[in-house]
């Protein structure tokens, strides 16, 4: 069997021949026999924008690995730091560099204090912290101008390990901000999920103490959103990376990917829908209403997993885990007849719909007292190593500019009118 494509122009009968190499069939081959031709493809279904060595997405079998690793093992037996140090770098960190990872990571968690004092006071009381975040990340791009050296390794490392650092200290930052509570500052002797803990929850204790179960579920939650291959916001960083913008620039960029309610948005409307349907009476007719179009449900669905997400999975054991803690959500046993009743309709089943990452995740958040506004603030602190793995990578390939082309559709040519006679 030759592993190649062959495409013919029926207008000219030219062929050209192409070979499939890693799944996919190079488009320069293509566009050289056949210019001025192009793949119409929005939302970019069928094209592989890149080649990546970070994450392997079967989502017709429901695998998801990190540099080969199952998401299971990471998530049982990894750490969030751990895993970000695999996807940046590409392999398991032994205890020296680990140790060195971990240091550079929690002495690098302070902001300048004109970030704090002068930028996040200058928003509006109101201000949703994820518009505040995506800011903040921007305009560190100010406070470290050295930034711009991209090609430069050690340059590049700084930013990362920046990035990564501070992420959450400029959450926390946010949502204090948000509530008109004073900042805490980052306390080194914890670990990375349970420091975030205490600079939102930390009041007036001398020794804020997380609880264990709750700052593990965190790591695992973190692990689990560390990346996703070529999802909207990576795909972001990757473009806006393209240009040789600093990374500050291009995350900022992708975290108003992050943003939206199909994508990072998700688990805030989750909670929105489910605090809708309110009791089990009324999941019968929310479920008929989008089988009408008339809305999605929220949580469900992904445009690669046509199968159960395996994050998913992972999300509900640790949500049993938390309720222990916490108590049960009032929204779990909504969220469970939904989930049953919508595994069951032809519907969902014909489109393969299946719960995806969000669909629980919002439930922990919520039962570990966050604010929905905050959701998608912790997805970006997890997603964080995936863009930069990608970016790195990406300048590593040096990839081209982005530049995708476009098929015309508006008026031939026309002479302006002027305005008297139109
Ligand atoms: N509820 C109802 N119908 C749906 C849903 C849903 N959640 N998702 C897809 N469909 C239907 C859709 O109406 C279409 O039906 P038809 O063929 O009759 O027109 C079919 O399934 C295919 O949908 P699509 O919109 O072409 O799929 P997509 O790949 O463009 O969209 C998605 C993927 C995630 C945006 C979409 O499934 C969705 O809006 N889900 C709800 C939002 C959500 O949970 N997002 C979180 C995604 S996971 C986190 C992340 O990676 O960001």
């Given at each position: 069997m030759t592993e190649s494509v062959t495409i013919t122009d029926n207008r000219t009968g030219e062929s050209v021949e192409i070979p499939i190499e890693n799944g996919g069939i190079h488009s320069n081959a293509f566009a050289k026999h056949m210019p001025g031709l192009w793949f119409y493809d929005p939302g970019f279904t069928a094209t592989a924008s890149a080649a990546s060595s970070i994450t392997d997405l079967d989502g017709a079998n429901g695998i998801l690995r990190y540099r080969?690793?199952?998401?299971?093992?990471?998530?049982?037996?990894?750490?969030?730091?751990?895993?970000?140090?695999?996807?940046?770098?590409?392999?398991?960190?032994?205890?020296?560099?680990?140790?060195?990872?971990?240091?550079?990571v929690t002495y690098h968690t302070f902001i300048h204090e004109n970030m704090r004092k002068r930028f996040m006071e200058g928003f509006h009381h109101d201000a949703h912290p994820m518009g505040m975040l995506m800011s903040a990340i921007a305009a560190l791009s100010t406070f470290y101008p050295e930034a711009k050296e991209i090609f430069d390794p050690e340059i590049r490392y700084k930013q990362i390990n920046r990035l990564i650092s501070k992420g959450p200290t400029l959450a926390a930052m946010a949502?204090?901000?948000?509530?008109?509570?004073p900042f805490v500052y980052p306390d080194n002797n914890l670990n990375y999920a349970e420091n975030f803990l205490s600079m939102m929850w930390r009041v007036a204790e001398p020794n804020y103490e997380p609880n264990p179960v709750l700052a593990k579920a965190l790591d695992v939650l973190l692990i689990l959103h560390a990346d996703h291959e070529q999802n909207c916001s990576t795909t972001t960083m990757r473009v806006v990376g393209s240009s040789h913008a600093d990374p500050f620039s291009a995350a900022a960029s992708a975290t108003g990917a992050l943003y939206g309610p199909r994508h990072g948005g998700a688990n805030e409307q989750v909670i929105h829908m489910l605090e809708d349907i309110g009791s089990y009476d009324n999941i019968e007719p929310f479920v008929e209403s989008v089988k009408l179009g008339e809305q999605r449900l929220m949580g469900f669905g992904h445009r690669v997993y046509k199968a159960y997400d395996p994050r998913a999975r992972i999300v509900k054991e640790q949500a049993d885990r938390v309720f222990e803690?916490?108590?049960?959500s009032p929204l779990l046993d909504i969220a469970l007849k939904l989930e049953e009743i919508a595994l069951e309709d032809d519907y969902f089943k014909s489109r393969n719909l299946y719960p995806n990452v969000d669909f629980y995740t919002g439930l922990?958040?919520?039962?570990?007292?966050?604010?929905?506004?905050?959701?998608?603030?912790?997805f970006t602190i997890g997603r964080m190593p995936g863009w930069l793995a990608h970016w790195q990578e990406m300048l590593q390939q040096e990839q081209r500019i982005s530049r995708p082309r476009q098929l015309y559709v508006g008026p031939d040519a026309r002479d302006y009118v002027p305005m008297a006679s139109r």
């Open positions: 080969g690793y199952p998401i299971e093992q990471l998530a049982e037996q990894s750490s969030f730091l751990e895993v970000c140090y695999l996807l940046l770098f590409g392999e398991l960190p032994n205890h020296e560099q680990m140790d060195n990872w971990v240091h550079d949502y204090r901000a948000s509530i008109g509570m803690v916490t108590g049960k922990i958040y919520q039962a570990m007292e966050f604010p929905l506004d905050m959701f998608t603030v912790l």
